[in-house]
């Protein structure tokens, strides 16, 4: 696995070489490949494993109480992602007042968190380039 991908995540950014080598074998870790449309796991399936998107994207979907599907679509990396929701929306989703999440994802763009802008969202990274 080339480890150059791995340097530029949250995770693995200040490690060594061989710090990220034995970080990947102690966690038995794996790269997969999946083809578009690919279940990789289903709601309430447990799993012991975490994910780390190298390339392409992941769709992460649920049903509600109601039986209306929520998408949210994860892209580029792990660094960026768009939610299906207006501000409205995804304040209602994550049954928050929507005055009190525009203030705290203002406060995480001014703490060099996030970007964001509508419904796209974007993880700054020290080394992840500042465009948007």
Known sequence: MDNTILRKTILFRDMSEDE????????RSQEKTYKKGTVILHAGEETDRMGLVLDGSV???SNDVWGNLNTVSLQKHSVEFDIPFDRQQ??????????????ELGKMQREGIIECRKNHFK??????????
């Open 20 to 27: 990220i080598r034995t970080c990947l074998k102690e966690l």
């Open 123 to 132: 993880l700054i990274n020290s080394r992840t380039p500042r465009r948007f």
């Open 59 to 61: 769709t992460i979907e």
């Open 90 to 103: 995804l304040a209602d989703y994550l049954n928050l007042e929507r005055t009190n999440m525009s203030k």
